[in-house]
């Protein structure tokens, strides 16, 4: 199997070539230099390298795209977002000479927009809102270029939880007991482990009934008390430090929004297709990702 790959350097993706790595899969690494973090075993190849391919792929696998939460939400950081996903997938679809027969996409669920009411499953009208926008664009890059023959399959990410990501920015404001609630508290958390989100793309590459768009989130959603209350029980530290919503206006912007604000999505179709999470509990998830914390 010949499978293509954006990202592979970022979270999930060195992550998930560690299995496919497992496999007799090609994998090339669509990169725009060579990175020494890579296995040798994975050919890295930028955009002129990809025009020059004339085999088509069996995967394409698309993890691209810069931290949305990294950053002010300036226009000019808008702007990068939106190259950095939207304009980077036509790129590639643009410069491909035959389309793959598989894409993989992740998307986030962001797509459903600023809002703490509700539960959205994959057939919910989203809400508005700047991250509604990326995430529709995003997708929307993606199911237009793709030919009619190939396969499309959209995973909506939640906070991905894992060593790395998310709980590498939290662990040290934890440890040092500065965790708590932000906001009201109550707005959903929506977590899932990258154990999990690994095993969906990978069970999406050779599984031909997915699909469409999928909620990639846990069954037992949170609310982030909850969740801070969680975190801060697995490091045996308090979560007293309230983060009131005023506070991240001011020092965030718009940006606030994706920790002041948070629907409670539910995994539908993922449950429908019959698969089951490796791990559905947060204090599960939380616990195993603690204990073989390398860092």
């Known amino acids: 199997m010949k499978i293509l790959m954006t990202g592979a350097t970022g979270f999930i993706g060195r992550s998930l070539l560690d299995e496919l790595l497992k496999t007799d899969s090609e994998i090339c690494a669509l990169v725009r230099k060579k990175s020494n973090s890579l296995p040798v075993a994975v050919k890295q190849i930028d955009f002129s390298a990809l025009s020059q391919l004339t085999e088509p792929f069996d995967v394409f696998i698309n993890l691209a795209g810069e931290s949305i939460a990294a950053q002010r939400w300036t226009s000019k950081r808008k702007q990068a977002l939106l190259n950095s996903r939207v304009n980077l997938t036509n790129r590639i679809f643009d410069l491909l000479q035959q389309p793959p027969k598989t894409i993989i996409s992740m998307s986030a669920i962001g797509y459903y927009?600023?809002?703490?009411?509700?539960?959205?499953?994959?057939?919910t009208l989203p809400a508005s809102g700047f991250a509604h926008q990326l995430c529709e664009l995003w997708e929307r890059s993606v199911t237009?270029?793709?030919?009619?023959?190939?396969?499309?399959?959209?995973?909506?990410?939640?906070v991905v939880l894992g060593n790395g990501g998310a709980l590498n920015a939290m662990r040290l404001p934890y440890r040092l007991g500065l965790g708590g609630k932000i906001a009201s508290g109550k707005q959903w958390f929506n977590w899932v482990h990258l154990d999990d989100v690994k095993q969906c793309i990978l069970n999406a590459v050779t599984d031909t009934t997915y699909q469409g768009s999928y909620n990639l989130v846990a069954p037992n959603n949170a609310t982030q008390a909850e969740f801070a209350s969680g975190y801060a029980k697995c490091l045996k530290r308090p979560a007293l430090v309230w983060t009131p919503q005023w506070v991240l206006k001011v020092l965030l912007g718009e940006m606030s929004t994706l920790l002041t604000h948070g629907p409670k999505v539910i995994p539908d179709r993922l449950v429908k297709q019959g698969y089951q999470f490796k791990f559905d509990r947060l204090d599960q998830a939380l616990n195993n990702i603690e204990a073989n914390n390398t860092q």
């Open 144 to 158: 237009e270029s793709a030919q009619h023959d190939s396969r499309v399959v959209i995973f909506r990410l939640g």
């Open 113 to 123: 927009g600023v809002t703490n009411e509700g539960e959205f499953t994959e057939s």
